[in-house]
């Protein structure tokens, strides 16, 4: 499975959890910016780049459900991920704005504004993808021993430093 796939499903099945009974499937991946040569949405570090993804929804008997559909823009600002989710078939319903914090904003001013009905599940869809995307892939995940703690705090040995 290539990068861009399991870049895919983990934001397809994080759109399923959060939103449900509606099932997703992300389509149209657009690579720019810090994406690879490749064209993958990956950057050679294996963090996710800039991209534009749709996710496309379905109800659970199957039947497309566009009205639902979410536009999910990922970027990279110094070593922070942001996102932006909108309705696009909604353009009156605020987009959200994600990165340390979910602010709603008004797509034709730019205005911040206040969270629709709705809010509150892609609030947690964008939470959840900040935090799955920003999660090192288990194979290069560090093992207990290679964690820096406090007992390696200034131990020139490891030339670790620990800050709580």
Known sequence: MSATDALSRRIAAA?????????????????????????????????????CLRLQTRGINGERLPLHD??????RSGNDLHMMLSWPEQPEQPMLWHGQHSVWMDGDTGLRSERPPAGASLEAL?????????????ANAPGPADVAGPADAGDPANGQTWQA
Do not use: M, T, W
């Open 15 to 51: 759109a399923d959890l959060c939103l449900k009974p509606h099932r997703h499937a992300v389509v149209g991946a657009i690579a720019s910016g810090g994406s690879s040569n490749d064209g993958s949405v990956f950057q050679e570090s294996g963090d996710p780049g800039d991209c």
């Open 70 to 75: 979410i536009e999910l823009e990922l970027y």
């Open 126 to 138: 964008a939470r959840r993808l900040r935090a799955v995307l920003s999660l090192p892939s288990s």
